[in-house]
C-alpha cells in the first residue's frame, strides 16, 4: 500500500518504543505533504486487530511479519 493511500486511512499509535523508530514504518506525512491520521494507542499486534476489524483501520506490519 503506498503512502498516498495510506493517508485516507486512520491507523493505530504503538507506543513500544522511541517515536523515531514508528515513524520509520508510519511517517506522519506522506511525499506529498498529506497527513496520515494516527489513531488509538496499542500495546501490540493483538490489541491492534480489534480496532482494526471493527472501525475500518489499518495496520502496519514490516513485511518480515508475513513470513
Not at 494507542?41 to 486487530?49: S, T
Amino acid at each position: 500500500m503506498s503512502l498516498e493511500v495510506l493517508s485516507d486511512f486512520q491507523h493505530p499509535h504503538a507506543d513500544t518504543g522511541p517515536d523515531h523508530c514508528y515513524d520509520h514504518y508510519a511517517p506522519r506525512l506522506t511525499r506529498r505533504g498529506r497527513a496520515i491520521e494516527r489513531g488509538p494507542v496499542v500495546r501490540d499486534a493483538e490489541e491492534a486487530m480489534t480496532p482494526a476489524s471493527m472501525d475500518g483501520l489499518v495496520v502496519l506490519f514490516p513485511a518480515h511479519v508475513s513470513r
